[in-house]
Each structure stands twice: as structure tokens, then as C-alpha cells.
């Protein structure tokens, strides 16, 4: 126990190779399960990409969706912009824009999106 602590405090000279040893995290993750949260990662371009954007939100799931393609057809931002507000409304999450409205974040149920920044100006 001593040894662990000097070692994390920086007390002990370097260790040799057998003081260590790799972590396999895939025998953790089989045994973990499903996540309970996922962070997707999203780009929609037209109005025919939201519902599997939706779909993923309404499983649970955490998504950044990359709006940037719309920016150029305002009557389909605005509608994408509608459906997605109404999506977090529906499951009682959040919806924030990012990146001067690059990027839009959609969280599921329970997940809120703190509007203040660390850091910064």
C-alpha cells in the first residue's frame, strides 16, 4: 500500500517493467453490458435525415448533429431546426446550438445542457 502511494505522489523511483501492466478493456466492456448513455454523432443535410436523428434521441442517446449543409436552404433549417426543438420538447431533454449554429446538441430525458462556459471568455 505504501509503495502505491509513494508511487502516485512521486516519492518512489521509476518502477520496472513488472511493477506494470496493461488493461484489457474488452473483457470490462463484455461484462459491463450496453451503456446506458451513447454519444452519437450525426450531420443532416436534408429534412429526410431527422428521423434517425429522432430515433436516437427518443432511444436515449445523446446527439450532435451537424447542421452546417442547411445553412444554404433556410426554409429547410427552419423545418429541421422545428422537428428537432420538438423532439427534445417530446422526451423532456434539451437542445442547444453550437459552433454560431454549426452544430446543434439534442439530449434524451434526465440529460441537461448547461448554458454556462468553463473557461474562456
Same mark, same amino acid.
Given at each position: 500500500m505504501v509503495k502505491i502511494i509513494d508511487t502516485l505522489l512521486g516519492r518512489s523511483s521509476g518502477g520496472s517493467d513488472d511493477d506494470y501492466m496493461d488493461l484489457d478493456l474488452t473483457t470490462y466492456e463484455e461484462h459491463a453490458g450496453s451503456p446506458a448513455l451513447l454519444i452519437k454523432i450525426a450531420t443532416i443535410s436534408d429534412l429526410k435525415d431527422t428521423p434517425r436523428v429522432k430515433d436516437e434521441v427518443y432511444s436515449g442517446? %445523446? %446527439?450532435? %448533429? #451537424? !447542421?452546417? $449543409?442547411? =445553412?444554404?436552404? *433556410? %426554409?429547410? &433549417?427552419? $423545418?429541421? /431546426? =422545428?422537428? /428537432? *426543438?420538438?423532439?427534445? *420538447? #417530446?422526451?423532456? +431533454? #434539451?437542445? !442547444? +446550438? /453550437?459552433? #454560431?449554429? $454549426? &452544430?446543434?446538441?439534442?439530449?434524451?430525458m434526465s440529460v441537461k445542457i448547461s448554458r454556462d462556459k468553463i473557461g474562456g471568455v
Open positions: 442517446n %445523446v %446527439v450532435i %448533429v #451537424d !447542421i452546417s $449543409r442547411l =445553412k444554404m436552404d *433556410k %426554409v429547410s &433549417y427552419e $423545418r429541421v /431546426l =422545428k422537428d /428537432l *426543438k420538438e423532439v427534445a *420538447k #417530446d422526451v423532456n +431533454g #434539451d437542445i !442547444i +446550438g /453550437l459552433g #454560431d449554429q $454549426r &452544430y446543434v446538441v439534442l439530449t434524451p
